[in-house]
Each structure stands twice: as C-alpha cells, then as structure tokens.
C-alpha cells in the first residue's frame, strides 16, 4: 500500500513538474514575443522592403497629369518609409506610417477620402498584424475616428482585445488618446469623386513591410463600397480575411470583392499556401487570383516574406502598387506593366 501511494506521489509531483516547465518555457516565450513586439528600434542589419497598394479596380481612364500626380505622391511615400526602416523602425511603425498617409489623402477610399454609404455617411475599417507575434488589432464600422489604422495598433498593442466596431471602435479610439472627428471632414471632392469613378468597387489601401530584423506586418484600411449599407463590413479588417502576417510565411493585403474574400479566407489561405504547399509569394499569388477568377471574384493582393521576395498580384484591370527596397528607388504602377 505505502509503495503505491508513493508512486502515486511521485507521478504527480512529475506531471506538475513537467506542466510546471511546460507552463513556464509557453510564458518565456510569450515574454520574449511580446519584447520584440515593444522594441520600436530594430538594430538589426539586414535588407528591407515595403509594398503598398491603393485599390485594385480599372486605372484606365486616368490622364497623364493624375497618374503623374499619384505616381509622385506614392514615390514620395515609399521613400519615406525607407528612411523610416534605415533609421530603425519596425514593420509594424511603418504599415501604420504608410496607411496613415494613405488615409489622410483624400484621392483613395479609406480615412478622408472614404466612400459613403447609402445614408450618406462614412464608415471606415482597418487592421494590421505583426508577423512576429501574431498579434493584430482592428476596428470597423468607425464613424468619427481620423485615422483608423492609428486606433487598429493602439487596440493590438495597447489592449486585451483585437476587434472593435461602431461606436465602440470610435470611443476605445477616443480612449487611447485619438483624435475623433466630424462626418464633415471626410468630404470628398467632386473631382477626387470624378477620378475614382471607375475604381469606386474596390478602393481598400494597404501596406506590406520587412524591416531590418527580418520581421514582417501588414495593414490595410478602406471605406468599403460605394452606397453601401449602412454596418456592412467586409474583409479588410478581418484578420485571415483581408489582412495576415506570419513571419513563418508572409504579410498579405488584400483588396477586390470582400465578401467573397470573407467567405475564402483568402489571406489566410494565402498564407497556408506558402506553407504547405512550398510556393514562393509571386507563384502562390499567382494561382489564388487566377482561382478567385475561376469563382467570379474580383481581387488583388500584395504581399512580402521575411527573405524579401515578394507578390503583386490582381484579376482586374489593373491595381496601383508601389514598391522599395533597401536597395533600390521606388517603383510605381498602374497595372502588370
């Protein structure tokens, strides 16, 4: 009896020394994802790269001066986001650095040049993702808030939570210290609204970035569809939907049809391609779009991994996309060519 019940002791006292290990080796972990989430300073050395996109849709009938004008403005952009990972600054600093240009613009549908719905009001979405931790945050359905992405980083590093809507997205924002706003200061201009008339489907804007510790983040904002419903939300916020980073495989925005995009969890899916199946970004890019095409889906994607290769890829007429790297000088286009 006394030897069972010793063995009976110690086999306990094992299996709570091994949860013990096991409990404390998951918090080392955790502890160590979260000091490399909180360092803004990477002082790592190795090559960088930033895609971003404004929308995939039909660029066709802009004129030689707007296409210079946007081609200019996101030239600009990228070298700005360049000098931002030279100084150090990590992926997840610079896809909030980028959007939040991109949402102060108001020639792109997300922050101030959002589209109405059809009650004549702005709401806005955005998320963004670091690839290193799997940490994300996101807001939808935001009506007073400036700069949604801003609030999207706060609610990822600064809270429990991942995902807030509505007027609870506008208040956390005003809470972490946002500036909110007035409907009245996302106005678009009659000719910004002429210039989009043909993109208005799918304007999203979004970000990709690999900074100089070899960590990836990706982000992406929109004001969803012209006249929509009043609290429809489609994939941009959604994590695994429209937006995903894993430093084990890639960061991805995507743009294009979203609820088709909800329905596929198309980052997501994306991601796994990469994984399991071995492809590299451009082939896996490549085949999902073509896929999505198959389906009757519109979509478009841009996407990086943690060696530097990256993927642009769309099944429309055209998306407009800019990239830069460590290396070299930014490239701007309107479609493949």
Known sequence: MFILLSEVLICLFSVLLVNGCATNQQDSMEAVARDIASKNNCSGNRPFKIVVHGGAGDWSDFSNDQRHTYTLFLENLLISGK????????????????????????GFNAGR??????????????????????????????????????????????????FFVGPGADLIGSQLGFRNVNQNYFETSKSDLELFKKNEKYGTVGAVVLDKCGSIASGTSTGGLESKPPGRV????????????????????MTGHGEMIIRHTLAHEFSSMVQYQRLTPAIAAEKLVKRMKNVGAEVGLIAVDVQGNHAVAFNTEGMIHGVIDSSSNPIVKFGYH
């Open 83 to 106: 000098q931002q990972l030279s100084t150090g600054q990590s992926a997840v600093e610079v896809v909030e650095s980028m959007i939040s240009a991109l949402e102060n613009h108001s």
């Open 113 to 162: 040049g959002g589209y109405k719905n059809s009650n004549g009001d702005v709401e806005l979405d955005a998320a963004i993702m670091d690839g290193a931790t799997l940490k994300s945050g996101a807001v939808a359905g935001t009506r007073r808030t400036k700069n949604p992405i801003q609030v999207a980083r706060a609610i990822m590093e600064r809270t429990k939570q991942v």
């Open 234 to 253: 489609g994939d941009s916020p959604i994590i695994g939907a429209g937006t995903y980073a894993n430093n084990l495989t890639l960061a991805v925005s």
